[in-house]
């Protein structure tokens, strides 16, 4: 591997993209930081806020007192070595003495205030028993999708994955925001440049609740841009405030709560020509959507239809294989083997017992196989077709899937489960999980599901109408509009996305049975041989069968005098 790739590689598992210094002190200006005021920079990298928060303090502090201010009010840490060297060279170079003991090469996750007694036996324990309420001024610019030491990951959950009875997900970036939450005084400010999916993504839902509960929201432009990352990023601001009255402010915009509170995801992009479609009636209470599975390894058991057969590279078998201890801790999650599993396992290798694993022989010459075939099941890969697409791939399903099961089960732990297994085979819908809207398409019975498209799938007892209707709401513009602005305005468009669509209540029941007629015959001229893209004038037209019927809906608003929550038809 390359130098460069593995510098690159490095920096993704710290999260690291340092901020600008012109960045940083725009940051800092406007953020009237006093001398008395306790700070902390949690992941300071090579020290850009540092350096510019000591640079603000120049009109209030002599420079021969900076040294004790900072021992006594600026406290940091940083987990790379390399970075934290480079911070000690610069802090050198500007003459300000040794580096403070405050500011610290460690991992801000082990990582306890002043004060804390450290002879409690967990870090859970720990960190519960210390100061928490700290700092004035929490700043910086916190790793985005770095990694967590494995050996405290799961205690680390217990301390900050759940939070007013809300998961919070396991992100450094959530986390390290949790933390210094915990860490502020009240009144306290945090100040972080942050990835924009704070804003939407149903995963940082709780995280979203648990903020607006307890602090004053702003989130406004990084001033300045960055070079390093392709990310989106923002710059929050939360004030603590344990008791209300909060405010949510979205670039410029005050979000009220009501309209936040509305929305599935908690979303902090609800606005207010958005907010009224968000009733209380979901599609996921008409269909359950589920991600598909991965496999693992396409190219073994996937093969692309060419002119309705295939090309079999393989003969599959099966093989028995000694069950060992080693191989179950290769496999587990983080490597570690639960106790109970760990004692069945040893006793199992110690009587010589063994596990049916798949194995695989490639054939000299690849066998033709004309579809449809007993062994093989359509697929359902992602596509950007819209309305319906021809099967393009199959998978090697002999004996129910049994082959493909067993690698799975025999595989590492994440391959373990089987996603969407029970929707296997049944009439839905689906789409492409990375789009920049929904390519949402018919899914005939028969396909076995794949996690790159998603699907969804009538719940019981729902008319096939519905199945329909649906699939023409999700093709309409106000129905991307609502996805993409307030329900996960990411490019991955997840199973529970979808359920979390409004359900067009408001539509009347016979734009309702023109809608599914129209989705209907749409499907029958694609299934024909026709091809519909976004631009497609029938496909267009859908939006008027789903737009909002504004007069009748205001009359009841004004008479019950809250916000509509019951369709008039
Ligand atoms: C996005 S960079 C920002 C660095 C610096 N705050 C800045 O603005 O330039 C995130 C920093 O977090 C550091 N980091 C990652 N995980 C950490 C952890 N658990 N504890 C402390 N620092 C961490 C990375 O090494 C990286 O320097």
Partial sequence: MSVARLSRDRKRQLGQFLTPDSTAAA?????????????????????????????????????????????????????????????????????????PNNLEHCDFFE??????????????????????????????NPPFGGSINPDIQDELDSIFGFRDGRKI??????????KCVDLLKSGGRLVFICSDTILTIATMTGLRAWLQSNCSIQISEVPGSFSDTNQDMLLVTLTKHPIEPRQITVFGTCLPLSEIEATPNMSWRVSGDLAKYFTGATVGEKMVATSGMTIGN????????????????????????????QREITRARLG????????????????????????????????????????????????????????EWVIFWRGDGEYVYTFKKTGNWYLHGVGGMKYFGREGLSWSLIAPRLYARYLPPGYILDSGAPCAFLRQGVPQDELFFILGWALTDLCNRILKEVLNHTRNIQSKDF?????????????????????????????????????????????????????RVAVVAKKKNAPIQIPLF
């Avoid at 396409?298 to 201890?325: C, D, K, M």
């Fill in 298 to 325: 396409n190219e073994l058991f996937l093969r692309p239809i060419i002119q309705g057969e295939i090309h079999e590279p393989y003969a599959f078998s099966f093989t028995a294989r000694p069950i060992t201890v």
């Fill in 499 to 551: 359920e979390r669509l409004p359900y067009p209540v408001w539509v009347d029941a016979e734009s309702k049975q023109q809608a599914v007629l129209a989705v209907r015959s749409l499907v029958s001229k694609a299934r024909a041989g026709h091809s519909f893209s976004m631009k497609s004038s029938e496909v267009h037209a859908l939006n008027l069968f789903y737009a909002w019927r504004d007069c």
């Fill in 336 to 391: 570690k083997v639960p106790p109970r599993r760990l004692i069945a396992v040893r006793e199992q290798e110690a009587r010589c017992a063994t596990e049916r694993v798949v194995v695989w022989d490639r054939l000299k010459n690849p066998r033709p196989v004309k579809l449809p075939h007993a062994d093989y099941c359509y697929y359902n890969k992602a596509t950007s077709r819209i309305i319906y697409s021809e099967p």
């Fill in 111 to 140: 990582w306890l205030p002043p004060g804390c007694d450290r002879t409690a036996a967990t870090n859970r324990q720990r960190y519960f028993a210390s100061p928490l309420e700290y700092f004035d001024l929490v700043i910086g």
């Fill in 169 to 178: 997900k396991k992100e450094t970036y959530a986390f390290f925001i949790v």
């Fill in 27 to 99: 940051i800092a200006r406007d953020l009237r930081i006093l001398p008395s005021h306790r700070i902390l920079e949690p992941s300071f990298g090579e020290g850009s806020f540092i350096f510019q928060v000591i640079d603000s303090l120049k009109a209030d502090i002599p420079r021969n007192d900076i040294h004790a201010w900072c021992n006594a009010h600026l406290f940091g840490c940083e987990i790379d070595a390399d970075a934290h060297g480079t911070f000690k060279e610069t802090w050198q170079s500007r003459g300000l003495g040794g580096v």
